[in-house]
């Protein structure tokens, strides 16, 4: 049996460059017409690799300034902050260190941790308070916390978070559509998308795009 | 307007364990009837809390001995073979701990990359057969790569592989649906779905509710 399996069922290529060109092929004819931009396009092409969801790729939102603003976040070294390790570990660093930059959570880390348990909240809008502290400017990749995204937009609002790009793509049931809606209101570089789909993929295959692009600026 | 924002917008509560139930709630109302045993739609339930996507979580299929021998399995302390690292740090720790158990991943161990660059395939086979080396039995917990589920299947077929449970939920389409199919074929202990979709969150959600559902067995 195992001899016809191979024949059947082996991918025709398992070279990942090939898998990935083959997977945008498809990508490119099932989607059909769209609106977005060529670059766009390159990073709602890697959300719908990432999920194979043709609903979450098509309820990709851009503001007008997110791709010029989040390349050149990219090749100023500026960090990658993550809401979760999920999210940080996904990502891609080599294209990302070419330019001095890194990829950040703080929501393991131990004062986290402890100011979360005292003041009573989640250990995401504690994180989002330190990543806000800590650094200026900077590409957030919101993947999993409403939470996190809500308080983000609550410290932009107040002028005290001044971010180049927010990916804020959390997923759930309970105020992850409602903190998108919020976000779109932004005058702030963002990319979201409507509705409670998203994820922890969705915003890695988002900043991966990213520094494709940004790698590409340079060629 | 922060004022406003936040009486309109903040959750109502942000206790991760009221999110949780809230969330429950609303996946069990909005799913309507189904046909998933009580075990099985604790883990369809953490699927789609996990992805917001009922269509994901409809499409969710099980062994017959799939739950107990997941349980048993954990409860044994066998470890959880992860695919990639999302999924590796996705998967709460201290419940497979509390049973000795812990979550492995080999596709970036050196020997790995070497012998996939030797070989010109993919390093998520490579891993697979590392794994299937060094552990007897083992939950396979396959969120990204068909390669390494169609691997898998090979090495099962052969008589090589022996694991007490495959949670294959790749996603992806270059082989990704068509290797969930052959799973379904197998008579050995899986969880998986149908279709394109899947991915590392689909992985995480299974293990984590599998681990629920194996530490309330000592209760």
Do not use: C
């Not at 004819?29 to 092409?45: A, K, M, W």
């Not at 502290?133 to 996190?148: D, F, L, S, W």
Request: net charge negative; aromatic share 6%.
């Amino acid at each position: 049996m195992s001899s016809s399996f191979h024949t059947e069922f082996q991918p025709l290529t398992v070279q990942p460059q090939e898998i990935e060109e083959k997977s945008f092929e498809i990508i490119t004819e099932e989607l059909g017409p769209h609106d977005y931009s060529p670059e766009q396009f390159r990073i709602v092409q890697r959300v719908i690799h990432a999920t194979a969801d043709f609903e979450l790729g098509r309820s990709v939102q851009f503001h007008p300034r997110a791709i010029e603003s989040g390349i050149a976040a990219i090749r100023a070294g500026e960090p990658i902050l993550a809401d979760v390790q999920m999210v940080q570990v996904g990502i891609s660093k080599p294209r990302l260190e070419a330019f001095g930059g890194d990829v950040r959570v703080y929501i393991s880390d131990k004062d986290v941790m402890a100011e979360a348990k005292k003041e009573n909240t989640t250990r995401a809008i504690i994180s989002i308070r330190k990543a806000v502290r800590e650094v200026e400017g900077g590409i957030y990749a919101i993947g999993n916390a409403p939470t996190a995204l809500l308080e983000l937009i609550r410290l932009v609002k107040e002028g005290i978070a001044k971010p180049s790009l927010i990916v804020g793509v959390p997923v759930g049931f309970v105020s992850a559509a409602e903190s998108k809606e919020e976000l779109l209101k932004l005058d702030v570089p963002f990319i979201t998308n409507i509705g409670r789909k998203g994820g922890s993929p969705v915003a890695v295959s988002m900043i991966n795009a990213l520094s494709l692009l940004a790698t590409e600026r340079g060629e």
